[in-house]
């Protein structure tokens, strides 16, 4: 590594409040942990690993709530407004990294610093206000039990942007963060959710409402490299333009894959007791028929986005005529559309908004629902069981009034507001055939996974309480080696899991939007001019491979075993009808978990052996320094 | 007549990539605060609801009010376009009290007016802009055409213009 390093790309600078003594200080990020984990996620398991105790209660004040950003973060690089959040799970009890776009990320680092470290509990409900030459918390009384969006709206005309976006980002939580539900998420820019792991959740047990940034200061990169990165930039733009979805997006949003995914089988439906839609609700989650007929839209792009992903929406028919919202993506059709019943694109576009206010989790909401749809309809569970909500498949009403007492944490709501895998535990019965999780204890991504077996393998053994590495199902990839699709669940699986985990990693070090991706030399070529680095590709797959074993460390310390590296009965159970009909990942699981473990180094209980962490300089010293 | 800045706020995105490549162009740092163009995103209270994106950067006015302002004549107009001198520029500011637009502006951070000079005659915010909503050319006058993307066929645009008629109106009030 050349001594340049970093001449651009960071500020080096950390912010730490702490809320139980109302300190606020800003820290120096030391240069070799920059080195060794780039930022985002890498910097945010690096800052858990030293400084949050084994043990910690996720939901106590030793826990920290960590906003980490990237070399790129806040600069010309495409969908650079991403940053990561990090702390241990109140859903899992391991970590959890949870990304959102929007502008905060590019905000915080235009306000001068690289990363954010919110650690203890404050007494009363506070906000935190940040710019280049202050940060003050404030009360945030006034806020209580208010919805992500209209805290959003009131702290900004509070802070001179009066129902106007022009320097001020806010991340917060609605009223599921507040009252701890423990799949919460954490809203920024009215709709951006970071939302995997319940970080919410740890955010409200801080008592801390909101964060306000208000940057517009510089970015740092390598100084006289104007060019250069102006050349890199644009190569970049192409490259991510030219791919899959930079040609499609801003027309069809990620509603045109919907289609393309039923056909494989890979949408669930009422709880994936099938994934076979009827044709006329199939015609009414047609991409062209929602993005022309059902809603008007505008675009609101996020950070340097290139082909505008994200639109604000108007309902133009349907029972929620006239609701403003946001654009939904394909898993917000499939979570809160076939998965729940529920027929109508707009009446998806309100629930969206509701549940995004009420600040909470997608693929938790998800699949909680449609287990309780489910086990209602198979007399699991009674009307009397949920306080009188007599939840039958896509009944609207009753869902919208459940997830408000969830979110309230009132009645029936206490229960459900630990999220699925303890839900089942709770509700006892045939619940366990019928839930939908990882053994770690989140629900996975809204697909009907069981024939996905790059998408269901990747979150069984993830570390991140989301998906760990790419799935290659279907596509491969020549620059990472991958040269024929997954078709069958065997020991291919692993091979591609070791191989796609750590560019993954690496990219979420970066932080950048995952859309917006171009080849691996690309961004190693750009990380080199921004931050004067000389990496290498292999060098960078490095790092990724280091972060996820560092998280490997970290839950192993917190108590993981390889029983964690499993899932549940239903997604083991094999599909009942469609493509993958008859198909199961059970009769190969094991193999496949020793496969990847091996592969990954690690031993055959999935521990990284001495030799793994010492190949990637994971020797803890320089933690243990710091702790 | 030479080519101008067209904004066509109908096709703004409102992501900000023109802010930062203005900057570094002109700055050689990625800077909000120091672009010399400016995106205002409208989010509340406007026609039907929806968000509106409005980029504003100088209009090398005709009968510039900055340049009769000037104590220093640090302000020149040369051919189209009102240049600024900053060895003769003291900082008094009052060139930003006299524009009528708001677009020439006091930067905090590098403490400094910055207003824009079309960058000699290149702007770099046109070829960054994804949606083509900035565009330079020779004025003509009929209704300008997207460079890329076309947004119009998925957008409202009758009420859109209605927005921007709202909203321009809303921002002189203030």
Request: charged fraction near 25%; hydrophobic fraction near 35%.
């Amino acid at each position: 590594m050349n001594e340049a390093f970093p001449a651009g790309g960071y500020h080096k600078k950390l912010l730490r409040i702490n809320l139980t003594t109302g300190m606020i200080q800003s820290e120096e990020i030391p240069v070799e942990v920059l080195k060794s984990y780039i930022g985002g996620t890498g910097l945010g398991i690096y800052l858990l690993y030293s400084q949050v105790p084994t043990g910690a209660l996720p939901l106590g004040p030793e826990n920290n709530l960590i906003f980490a950003t990237g070399p790129f973060t806040g600069s010309l690089v495409p969908g650079s407004g991403t940053y990561s959040v990090m702390c241990k799970s109140p859903l899992t009890g391991y970590a959890a990294s949870a990304q959102a776009n929007g502008f905060f990320g590019a905000r915080l680092k235009a306000a001068g610093f690289d990363a954010l470290v919110v650690q203890g509990c404050s007494e009363e409900k506070v906000y935190l206000y940040i710019d280049s030459n202050t940060a003050v918390l404030k009360s945030s009384e006034f806020l209580n039990n208010k919805g992500a969006f209209e805290t959003d709206k009131k702290l900004r005309a509070r802070h001179n942007e009066k129902g106007y976006e022009q320097k001020i980002s806010i991340a917060c939580i609605g009223p599921a963060g507040e009252n701890q539900v423990r799949f919460a998420a954490i809203s920024s820019d009215r709709g951006h959710m970071a939302a995997s792991g319940g970080v919410g959740a740890v955010m409200g047990s801080k008592n801390l409402k909101a964060i306000v940034i208000s940057g517009d200061g510089p970015i740092p990169t390598a100084p006289g490299k104007k060019n250069e990165i102006k050349k890199e930039i644009f190569r970049w733009r192409e490259e991510s333009n030219a791919s899959g979805l930079g040609k499609t997006v801003h027309e069809k949003g990620t509603l045109g894959l919907f289609k393309p995914y039923h056909d494989k089988g890979w949408v669930p439906v009422k709880n994936m007791t099938t994934n076979q839609l009827p044709e006329d609700t199939l015609a009414k989650f047609d991409w062209e028929y929602i993005q022309n007929e059902v809603y008007e839209k505008v675009p609101r792009a996020c950070h340097t986005c290139t082909f505008t992903h994200c639109h604000t929406v108007r309902v133009k028919k349907g029972p929620s005529k006239g609701f403003i919202g946001e654009e939904i993506e394909y898993e917000i059709l499939a979570g809160y559309g076939s998965n729940w019943g529920i027929s109508d694109p707009g009446t998806i576009t309100m629930l969206n908004g509701f549940i995004d206010d009420l600040g909470m989790d997608a693929k938790e909401v998800s699949f909680l629902i449609s287990m309780l749809m489910e086990g209602r309809q198979k007399g699991l569970i009674g009307k009397d069981d949920l306080d009188g909500i007599d939840l039958t498949w896509g009944d609207v009403d009753a869902v919208k009034q459940l997830l408000e007492k969830i979110s309230l944490r009132k009645g029936m709501g206490d229960v459900l507001a630990d999220g699925v895998a303890r839900t089942v535990k709770a509700l006892g019965k045939e619940f366990d055939k019928i839930g939908v999780y990882v053994k770690q204890g989140n629900a996975p991504h809204v697909h009907d996974s069981r024939t996905r077996w790059g998408t269901l393998f990747t979150q069984i053994i993830s570390n991140t309480t989301s998906q760990e590495g790419m799935d290659m199902t279907g596509r491969g990839n020549p620059e990472l080696g991958i040269t024929k699709p997954t078709a069958d669940p065997d020991r291919y699986l692993a091979e591609v899991q070791t191989k796609t985990g750590p560019k993954r990693q690496f990219e979420e070090c970066l932080a950048f939007c995952y859309f917006q991706a171009c080849s691996l030399k690309q961004m190693v070529q750009t990380l080199n001019v921004i931050t004067g680095a000389d990496f290498s590709a292999e060098s960078c797959l490095k790092i990724g491979e280091r972060v996820i074993n560092l998280l490997r460390m970290y839950n192993i310390r917190e108590g993981l075993s390889m029983e964690d590296d499993s899932y549940s009965h239903r997604l083991g159970q094999s599909p009942t009808d469609g493509p993958g009909k008859g198909k199961s990942l059970n009769s190969t699981f094991n193999e496949v978990r020793q496969a990847y473990y091996e592969m990954m180094g690690w031993d055959n209980r999935g521990v990284p052996t001495a030799e793994t962490l010492e190949r990637l300089n994971l020797t803890f010293s320089h933690i243990e320094k710091v702790r | 007549m030479s080519s101008q800045l067209k904004i066509i706020p109908e096709l703004c995105i409102g992501c900000r990539s023109c802010e930062l490549i203005c900057s570094l162009e002109n700055e050689d740092l990625m800077a909000a605060s120091g672009s010399r163009i400016n995106v205002i995103s409208f989010i509340e209270s406007t026609a039907l609801g929806m968000p509106y994106h409005l980029p504003v950067t100088c209009y090398q006015c005709a009968d510039a009010p900055c340049l009769k302002v000037c104590p220093e004549d640090a302000l020149k107009r040369n051919k189209d376009v009102v240049h600024l001198d900053l060895e003769k520029c003291t900082g008094c500011r009052q060139c930003i009290k006299a524009c009528p637009f708001g677009v020439i502006r006091w930067d905090d951070n590098f403490k400094k007016i910055v207003k824009c000079e079309l960058c000699n005659g290149a702007p770099a915010c046109v070829d960054i802009c994804p949606s083509g909503a900035i565009l330079f050319e020779a004025p003509n006058f009929e209704k300008p055409e997207s460079k890329s993307l076309d947004f119009k066929k998925s957008r409202p645009f009758y009420a859109r213009e209605k927005a921007f008629e709202i909203q321009a109106y809303q921002a002189l009030k203030k």
